[in-house]
C-alpha cells in the first residue's frame, strides 16, 4: 500500500504501530507463543502424573508448573488471542476504520505484553509462582522467594492492559458504528465482544485491589489476609471469585460470537433466532455476576448463601441452553459446508455440551462439596475452556486467517489438526470426570498405588499427546501457508455474510475507502443476494484521516515492568527503590508527553486511496 | 430422599447408571460408593442430576446428528441458497420453559440437602448430650491433628470414629488453608486460618466392613509441596468398641520394657518430645502443639501418611524426611541421627500402642 | 467540525467536548473507565468495612480521627469541585482567561486538601497507626491513600493542561480534555463523600 512515510522497517511498524489489524496480528503472535508455553507446561504435568509416584517433577516444582500452566493460559494466552480475534474482525464489521482509541489499542497490547513476559521471567529469577492460578492467600502469604510477587505484579500490569482494551472496544461500539449498522444489526461476534468489553470493565477492578492488597502484604508488610493482624484471607476469595467467574464468561463469550459466525456463513443461512441470541448473551453478561461464590460451596458460607447461589448459577444454563438450541436450528435446513472453521463448530456443540451439564451438577451446591477441587472439576473446567474457548480461537484463526494475512491455511493439514485436537481433547478430559468421583483431589502432584488412579491418569496423559501433536500440525501448517499459500481473495470462504469479507484480504489500512451504509442484518450478504459487487457506500470517496504511530506505548509499558522489578527487589537490594522509581517516571514521563505533543493523526488522500482500491480490483 | 426418586420417572436410567458408576474407584475412596447418610444424600444429588443431563445430552445428540447428517452439502448442491430463516418464537419458548422446569426438579433437592448437610444444631446446644461425638479436627502443613474434646484426648493422622451416628466436626487450620474430605463418607469442607468450620458425617458399619474397616482421607485444597502427600485415615467402630478405644486411650501412657526402646525413648525426650507429645492427654495450648501426638504411634496404619506402617519405613522417614514428603516442617528440627539412633528411635515408637 | 479550526466565541459550540468524534470517544470512553473507577472503589470500601474493627491492639478509629481537620480538609475539597464547575461554565462561553482562573483555584484548593491529608497522616503515624500495625491501618491507608493518589494525579493533570494551553487558548482539540479532567476531579469528590461518611462520620459513631 503507498501512503505517507512507508520506508520504516517491519520491527519498528509494529513497535509503533496503533492499527487495529496490526494489534491483532501482535496478540495472536504474543498468544499464540504464550498458549505453546502453557501447553508445554500442560505436557509436563501429564508426564509426571502418567503413573503412580512418579517423579518427574515432584513438590513445590509441580505447583510452580501447575500454577504457570493455569495463569498462561487464561491470562496470557486465550485472553489475548480473544483480543487478536476482536480486533481483527470488530472494528470491520461495524464498518469503521479504527477502533475509538487507536494509541490505548496499542498501550492495552504493551501492557499485557510485559506483564506476560514479566510474569514468566519469575522461571529464570529464582522459581515461579506455587499457589495455583487462585493464589489464595493464606498458601500464597506463606510462599518462600519472589514467585508471587511475579505473580502479583505480572497480573496488574497486563490487566491493565485488559481493562484499557475493554472501555476501547465499548466506545468503539458504541460510538464507531457506520451509517444504518444499528445495535440489532451487528453481528454476533460484535455483540458479544460487546457484553465481554462490559464484563471486563465491571470484573477487573476486583481483581486489581485483591492484588494490590495481596502486594501490600506481600512487600510492604499490609495485613489485609493476614489473620494474626486483623485480617482475613476470605476476602481474597470474594475478590478473586467476583473478577474470576465474569472472567469465565468474558472469555466464553466471545467463543460463542465466534461461532455465531461460522455457523451462519457455512450453513449459508442467517443466524437462527438472532434477537433471543442477543438477549441471552447479555443475559449471561448479567449473571456471570451474581454467581462468584459457588466457587466458595465449601468455605463454610453457611447454607442460606449456598442455596442462594446454587439456584443462581443453574439460572445461567437457560440462557446458554437457548444458545445451544439456536445453533442447531442454524443448521437445520441448511447447507452445511464442512470446512475446518465448521468441524470446529460442530464438534464445539457436544463438547461444551458435556461442560455445561457438569456445571449444572457443580452448582448443586450439596453435591459439589464432593465434586469441588477433585480431578470432576478440573474435567469440568477444561471442557467449557478447551471444548469452547479453545475450539473457538482455533476455528477463528482458521476461518479469519485468510482476512487476516491474505493466504488461506491448508484445508488438509486443518482437518488433521481438528480431528487430533478433538480425539486428543475427549481422551485427556473425559475420564478425568471419573478421577475426581473416584476421589481423586486436584492439584496434586503424584498419587499412590491401589487407589485405581492409574488407567485413567494414563489414558489421559495419551490424550494430552494428540493435543500436542495438534498443536505441532497447526504450526507445519501456519509455516507452510506463510510460504507458499494460496492467496485468498475479499470474501475468502465464497459465503461471508459480514462487512470484514467485502473489504480486501488483508484489508487496506483504513479498512474502507468509503464508510459502508448497512441495510440490515448480514449486510454484506444483503448486497450480494441483490447481485451487487461490493458495498452501498454512504459517503463520497474523500481524504481519510488516520492516527499517528507511536512507541509510548511501548514505552509506558516498559516503564512499569522496569518499576515492578525495583519494588520487587526493594527489601534485599539496596538499588531495588530507585530502580521503581525511575521505572515510574518513565511511565508517567510518557503519559506526560503524550499529554503535551499534540497528535492530530494524517490524511490518506483520495488519489492515494484510489490508486490503492484499482490494485486491489487490478 | 429415596421416596421421590422411587417415583421419578427415569428411575430404570437411574439403576442402570448406578450398576455402572458402582464398578468405579474403591470402596474405601470412591464417592460413588457412599458409605454413610451424608455420602448417600450427595450420591443420589448426583444421580438425579447426571439423569437429567444425560437427558439434555441425548435429546441435543439426537437433533444435532440429524442435522448434520440431513443438512450437508450434497455435491451439485455447492450453489444452493437455503432459505433465510429469522426464529421461531414457539421453538425458542420450548427451550426455554423445558431447561427451567428441568432445573427447578434439580434446585428443590438441591437447596433442601444443602440445608440438611449444613444441620449443627446438637453440636452448639448449650448443654450438649453426652451421647454425641464432637471432634475438633486442626489441619498442619502436612499432617492432621483429631482432638475430642469431650475425652480429653488427641490423636493424629488415623481418625477413630463411632458408626451409624453422626459425628459433628469443629474444622480449622493452623498455618495456610486446608480442606477435610474423606470421599466414600461424604463432600468436604475447607479447614480455614480466620475462623472454625462445622459439618456432621455418617459412617455406615456395613460399608465400613465392605471397605476393609478403614476409609481413606485426603486434603483436597492446594497447601504446598507435599499436599499430594497429605492423606490420613478413617477407622469407624462399633459404638462400644470406639468408648473403650476412648477408655483406652484416656489412660494411656509409654510403657517401655526392650532395652534398645529404652534408648531410643532417651533420644526422643531430648529431641523430639519439644514438638512431639506420646500421651493422649496433652494440655499444652494448640500453638504449642506443632506436630502429630504419638501416643498410638504403634497402632498406625501408615507412616507419615502415606508410606506403608513398618520399621524400614520409619528408618527412611527418620533419617530424610524430605525425601518422603517435601516441604515438611520436621526435617532439619533434630540434627543428624546415626543410624544405632534411629534404629533406637523406631524401636521405641514402634512400641507407643494404645490396644 | 474540525479539531484544529480556529473558532470564535460565536462558532464555538454548545458543547465542545463533544463536537468532534475523537471528543465524543473521549467523552464516551472516560465514563466508563470512571465506571470501573468506581467498582475498584467499591472493593476497597467493602474490604475497609470488613477490616475496620480489626485492630490488633492498635489504636481505633475513634481514638484516632480529627473531624475539625478532617471537615476542614473535606469543605476545601467540595468547594473545588465548586470552582472546576465554574471553570468548565467559562469554558463552554469561550472566556479561556476566567477558565483558567478557575481551574487555578481548583488546583490551589486541592492541594490545600493534600496538604491536609499528608499533615493528618503524619499525625497518626505519630500515634503508632502505621501502615503495618493491623488491617484496620491497612484498609485505612490503602482506601484513603488510593483517594489522596487520585487527587495528586488530577492536580498534576489539571496543572499539565493549564500549562500546555496557556498561549494558545481554547480549540475542540483541548476542549475535551479540559472537560474529562474536571469529570475526574467530580469523581473525586463525589469519593471522597463516601469516604468522608463511611471511614469518618461512621469511625466516630463507631
Redesign the interface.
Known amino acids: 500500500m503507498s501512503t505517507v512515510a512507508r520506508k520504516k522497517s517491519l520491527i519498528w511498524d509494529y513497535l509503533t504501530t496503533v492499527d487495529h489489524k496490526k494489534i491483532a496480528i501482535l496478540y495472536l503472535i504474543a498468544g499464540g507463543f504464550f498458549f505453546l508455553v502453557g501447553g508445554l507446561e500442560a505436557l509436563f504435568i501429564r508426564i509426571q502424573l502418567a503413573k503412580p509416584n512418579n517423579d518427574f517433577l ?3 516444582l ?2 510452580q508448573v501447575l500454577t504457570m500452566h493455569g495463569t498462561t493460559m487464561i491470562f496470557l494466552a486465550a485472553m489475548p488471542l480473544v483480543f487478536a480475534m476482536m480486533n481483527a474482525v470488530v472494528p470491520i464489521q461495524i464498518g469503521a476504520r479504527d477502533v ?2 487507536p494509541f490505548l489499542n496499542a498501550l492495552g497490547f504493551w501492557l499485557f505484553f510485559f506483564g506476560g513476559v514479566f510474569l514468566n521471567l519469575s522461571w529464570f529469577l529464582g522459581g515461579a509462582p ?3 492460578w487462585t493464589s ?1 492467600a ?2 500464597s502469604l ?1 510462599s518462600p522467594g519472589h514467585g508471587i510477587d511475579f505473580y502479583v505484579l505480572g497480573l496488574q500490569i497486563s490487566g491493565f492492559g485488559t ?1 484499557i482494551g475493554g ?2 472496544f ?2 468503539t461500539i ?3 458504528r457506520a451509517p444504518g449498522m444499528t445495535y440489532m444489526r451487528m453481528p454476533m461476534f460484535t455483540w458479544a465482544t460487546f457484553v465481554t468489553s462490559a464484563l471486563i ?2 470484573a ?3 481483581l ?3 492484588l ?2 495481596m502486594m ?2 506481600r512487600l ?5 489476609y ?10 481474597w476469595e470474594h ?1 478473586f471469585w ?1 473478577f474470576g467467574h465474569p472472567e469465565v464468561y468474558i472469555l466464553v463469550l466471545p467463543a460463542f460470537g465466534i461461532f455465531s459466525e461460522i455457523f451462519a456463513t457455512f ?4 443466524l ?5 441470541m442477543v438477549f441471552a448473551t447479555v443475559l449471561i453478561g448479567f449473571l456471570g455476576f451474581m454467581v462468584w461464590a459457588h466457587h466458595m460451596f ?3 458460607m ?2 442460606i448463601a ?2 442462594i447461589f ?2 443462581a448459577t ?2 445461567i ?2 440462557p446458554t ?2 444458545k ?3 445453533w ?2 442454524t ?8 470446512t475446518t472453521p465448521m468441524l470446529y463448530a ?1 464438534a464445539f ?2 463438547s461444551f ?2 461442560g455445561g ?2 456445571g ?2 457443580n ?8 465434586y ?3 480431578y470432576f472439576v478440573v474435567a469440568h473446567f477444561h471442557y467449557v475452556i478447551v471444548g469452547g474457548v479453545v475450539f473457538a480461537l482455533l476455528a477463528g484463526a482458521h476461518y479469519w486467517w485468510p482476512k487476516m494475512f491474505g493466504k488461506m491455511l491448508n484445508e488438509t493439514l486443518g482437518k488433521i489438526t481438528f480431528w487430533l485436537f478433538f480425539t486428543g481433547f475427549h481422551l485427556t478430559f473425559f475420564i478425568q470426570h ?1 478421577l475426581g ?3 481423586m ?8 498405588p ?3 488412579f492409574e488407567t485413567g491418569n494414563l489414558i489421559s496423559t495419551v490424550g494430552a499427546f494428540f493435543m500436542a501433536a495438534a498443536t505441532i500440525v497447526l504450526l507445519v501448517n501456519v509455516v507452510i501457508t506463510t510460504a507458499k499459500g494460496q492467496k485468498a481473495e475479499a470474501d475468502a470462504w465464497g459465503d461471508g455474510r459480514t462487512l470484514e469479507w467485502a473489504v480486501a484480504s488483508p484489508p487496506p489500512e483504513y479498512n474502507f475507502a468509503q464508510t459502508p451504509l448497512v441495510r440490515g442484518l448480514d449486510a454484506f450478504w444483503i448486497e450480494k ?1 441483490e447481485g451487487k459487487k461490493g458495498l452501498t457506500p454512504a459517503e463520497p470517496l474523500g481524504d481519510i484521516h488516520m492516527p499517528n504511530s507511536s512507541i509510548l506505548p511501548f514505552v509506558i509499558s516498559l516503564g512499569l515492568f522496569i518499576a515492578a522489578f525495583g519494588f520487587m527487589y526493594r527489601t534485599e537490594h539496596s538499588w531495588g527503590l530507585a530502580v521503581g522509581i525511575i521505572g515510574l517516571l518513565i511511565t508517567l514521563g510518557s503519559m ?1 508527553l503524550r ?2 505533543i ?1 497528535d ?1 493523526g494524517f490524511h490518506i488522500h483520495k488519489e492515494e486511496v484510489l490508486e490503492a482500491e484499482k490494485g486491489v480490483k487490478a | 430422599m429415596k421416596k421421590w426418586l422411587l417415583n421419578w420417572r427415569l428411575f430404570s436410567l437411574f439403576s442402570v447408571m448406578a450398576l455402572l ?1 458402582a464398578g ?3 470402596p474405601f ?4 460408593q457412599p458409605a454413610g447418610e451424608v ?1 448417600d ?2 450420591y443420589s ?2 444421580l438425579l ?2 439423569a ?2 444425560v437427558l ?2 441425548i435429546v ?2 439426537i ?2 446428528v440429524y ?2 447428517v440431513r ?3 450434497r455435491k451439485g ?1 455447492e450453489k ?9 418464537h414457539k ?2 419458548i420450548i ?2 420453559v423445558i ?2 422446569l428441568l ?1 427447578i426438579i ?2 428443590v433437592p ?2 433442601s ?6 444441620d449443627v444444631k446438637p453440636m452448639n446446644k448449650e448443654k450438649r448430650n453426652k451421647d454425641i461425638v464432637v471432634v475438633n479436627v486442626r489441619a498442619n502443613l502436612y499432617w492432621w491433628e483429631f482432638e475430642y474434646p469431650d475425652y480429653g484426648i488427641i490423636t493424629s493422622q488415623d481418625l477413630v470414629v463411632p458408626t451409624n451416628e453422626r459425628v459433628y466436626f469443629n ?1 480449622k ?1 493452623s ?3 486446608h ?1 477435610f ?1 474423606i ?2 463418607v ?5 479447614t ?4 472454625k ?2 459439618f456432621w458425617l455418617e459412617f455406615d458399619q456395613k460399608a465400613t466392613d465392605k471397605a476393609g474397616g478403614i476409609f ?1 482421607g ?12 497429605m ?1 490420613f485415615k478413617v477407622k469407624p467402630l462399633p459404638r462400644e468398641e470406639f468408648d473403650q478405644w476412648v477408655e483406652k486411650m484416656k489412660n494411656a501412657k509409654p510403657v517401655v520394657t526392650d532395652s534398645v526402646a529404652k534408648e531410643g525413648e532417651a533420644i526422643f525426650n531430648k529431641s523430639c518430645i519439644g514438638c512431639h507429645a506420646v500421651s493422649p492427654v496433652d494440655k499444652r495450648p494448640e500453638q504449642a502443639r506443632t506436630a502429630p501426638n504419638l501416643a498410638n504411634f504403634g497402632d498406625r496404619t501408615r507412616i507419615a501418611g ?1 508410606l506403608e506402617h513398618n520399621e524400614e519405613n520409619l528408618k527412611k522417614w527418620l533419617k530424610d524426611p524430605n525425601s518422603v514428603k ?2 515438611n516442617k520436621m526435617a532439619g528440627t533434630y540434627g543428624n541421627l546415626t543410624d544405632a539412633q534411629i534404629n533406637a528411635l523406631t524401636k521405641y515408637l514402634m512400641s507407643l500402642k494404645v490396644e | 467540525m474540525h ?2 479550526e480556529k473558532l470564535t466565541a460565536e462558532t464555538f459550540p454548545a458543547s465542545p467536548e463533544k463536537a468532534t ?1 475523537e471528543g ?2 473521549k467523552f ?2 472516560f465514563w ?2 470512571l ?3 468506581t ?2 472503589f467499591a ?2 470500601f467493602a ?1 475497609y468495612l ?2 475496620r474493627d ?3 491492639g492498635g489504636p481505633s478509629a475513634e481514638e484516632l480521627f480529627r473531624m475539625p481537620l478532617v471537615f476542614v480538609a473535606t469543605m476545601l475539597l467540595l468547594t473545588s469541585s465548586l470552582t472546576s464547575v465554574y471553570a468548565i461554565y467559562h469554558m463552554k462561553n469561550f472566556d479561556f482567561k476566567k477558565m483558567q482562573l478557575w481551574f487555578g483555584v481548583t488546583v490551589l484548593l486541592g492541594a490545600g486538601f493534600l496538604g491536609l491529608e499528608i499533615f493528618e497522616f503524619n499525625e497518626y503515624v505519630r500515634e503508632g497507626h502505621v ?9 485505612f491507608y ?1 482506601l484513603v491513600g488510593t483517594h489522596g493518589a487520585h487527587v495528586a494525579f488530577g492536580l498534576l ?1 489539571i496543572v ?2 493549564m500549562i ?1 494551553n496557556a498561549k494558545r487558548g481554547l480549540n475542540l ?1 483541548n476542549a475535551p ?1 479540559f472537560y474529562v479532567a474536571s469529570l475526574y476531579w467530580h469523581f473525586i469528590d463525589v469519593v471522597w463523600v463516601f469516604i468522608f461518611t463511611v471511614v469518618y462520620l461512621m469511625g466516630m459513631v463507631g
Open positions: 515432584v513438590g513445590g509441580y505447583n475509538a482509541f506455587d499457589a495455583g489464595y493464606s498458601l506463606e481493562l472501555i476501547n465499548l466506545v458504541i460510538n464507531m470493565l465491571f477487573f477492578p476486583p486489581t485491589v485483591g494490590i492488597f501490600m502484604d510492604f508488610g499490609g495485613n489485609f493476614n489473620p494474626a493482624g486483623g485480617g482475613n484471607t476470605i476476602i475478590l467476583i450453513s449459508k443461512k442467517r437462527f433466532g438472532y434477537s433471543s465449601t468455605v463454610g453457611g447454607p449456598n442455596a446454587a439456584v443453574m439460572a444454563a437457560v441452553g437457548i445451544i438450541f439456536n442447531l436450528f443448521m437445520w435446513g441448511g447447507n452445511i459446508r464442512f460442530v456443540i457436544p455440551v458435556m451439564v457438569t449444572v451438577m452448582a448443586a451446591a450439596a453435591a459439589d462439596y464432593q469441588h477441587d477433585s471419573f468421583l473416584m476421589g483431589p486436584r492439584r496434586v502432584f503424584t498419587y499412590l491401589g487407589q485405581g443476494m506526560f499529554s503535551v499534540d492530530h | 458408576l468405579c474407584g474403591k475412596l470412591s464417592t460413588l455420602a444424600m450427595q444429588l448426583m442430576s447426571t437429567i443431563m439434555v445430552i441435543v445428540t437433533i444435532f442435522v448434520v443438512f450437508r452439502q448442491e444452493k441458497i437455503p432459505k433465510q430463516v429469522e426464529g421461531s421453538l425458542e427451550w426455554t431447561p427451567i432445573l434439580l434446585a438441591t437447596v440437602a444443602t440445608f440438611k448437610l449444613a474444622l487450620a498455618d495456610v488453608k480442606s474430605w470421599p466414600a461424604g463432600g468436604k469442607m475447607d480455614n486460618v480466620d475462623n468450620n462445622q481413606y485426603k486434603c483436597a485444597e492446594l497447601c504446598g509441596p507435599s499436599h499430594a502427600l492423606d502415606i517435601p516441604g | 479539531v484544529e468524534l465524543k470517544n464516551l470512553g466508563l473507565f465506571g470501573g473507577e467498582v475498584l472493593s476497597l474490604t470488613a477490616l480489626k485492630t490488633a501502615f503495618t500495625k493491623s488491617a484496620f491501618a491497612s484498609s490503602t493533570w499539565t493542561l500546555r482539540y480534555k
